[in-house]
T-cell receptor
Framework: AQSVTQLDSQVPVFEEAPVELRCNYS??????LFWYVQYPNQGLQLLLK??????LVKGINGFEAEFNKSQTSFHLRKPSVHISDTAEYFC????????????FGKGTKLTVNP | DTGVSQNPRHKITKRGQNVTFRCDPISEHNRLYWYRQTLGQGPEFLTYFQNEAQLEKSRLLSDRFSAERPKGSFSTLEIQRTEQGDSAMYLCASSPWTDSYEQYFGPGTRLTVT
């Protein structure tokens, strides 16, 4: 069965600093990988997805992630964060490599301080 | 495009009562998903529909839970004889077509069972 581990439950950073949110997955089959963001009192919003092709994936709001098959990782990065990036971030894997049923990690709370 | 809507946004009920939630997906999205999110956890898959057909149900979905999508548009999730352990955020998502790998989430219905 697929699973996702988000290694940090909380990440505090200062505005304009770079950030990396870590995600590792386990799967016995090919996977599709996703990052979602959840702002307070809002639904989850897709940031980016990896299906195939280039291992560096660019998403919305200046975020990018790199798929590393050998390390089974899909870390999310942003070179310079803003106060408005404060939110909860979820890494997810497609459970059966095509069913579109998502398995989520527990989330990482990113807090950007002035 | 008004997004995925869910009603009610909050529901407080006493243990043993039945509750029903409604999800209105984005117009013409043929896939609809239900997830449950408890405090400190990521969303967990419950069930999904393609048009009006319910294609998969999680083991998390006990016999007290039932979901319908009668005309392939809106969906309802009913919980009978609620228990305190049912307290959670219930999330609905829709996607436009098979293999789109983009799920659009609603804001959720927060259920509190007292």
């Amino acid at each position: 069965a697929q699973s996702v581990t988000q290694l940090d439950s909380q990440v505090p950073v200062f505005e304009e600093a770079p950030v990396e949110l870590r995600c590792n997955y386990s799967s016995s089959v090919s996977v599709y990988l996703f990052w979602y963001v959840q702002y307070p009192n809002q639904g989850l919003q897709l940031l980016l997805k990896y299906l195939s092709g280039s291992t560096l994936v660019k998403g919305i709001n200046g975020f990018e992630a790199e798929f590393n098959k050998s390390q089974t990782s899909f870390h999310l990065r942003k070179p310079s964060v803003h106060i408005s990036d404060t939110a909860e971030y979820f890494c997810a894997v497609d459970a059966q490599g095509g069913s579109e049923k998502l398995v989520f990690g527990k989330g990482t709370k990113l807090t950007v301080n002035p | 495009d008004t997004g995925v809507s869910q009603n009610p946004r909050h529901k407080i009920t006493k243990r043993g009562q039945n509750v029903t939630f409604r999800c209105d997906p984005i117009s013409e999205h043929n896939r609809l998903y239900w997830y449950r999110q408890t405090l400190g956890q990521g969303p967990e898959f419950l069930t999904y529909f393609q048009n009006e057909a319910q294609l998969e149900k999680s083991r998390l979905l006990s016999d007290r839970f039932s979901a319908e999508r009668p005309k392939g548009s809106f969906s309802t999730l009913e919980i009978q004889r609620t228990e305190q352990g049912d307290s959670a955020m219930y999330l609905c998502a829709s996607s436009p077509w098979t293999d789109s790998y983009e799920q659009y989430f609603g804001p959720g219905t927060r259920l509190t069972v007292t």
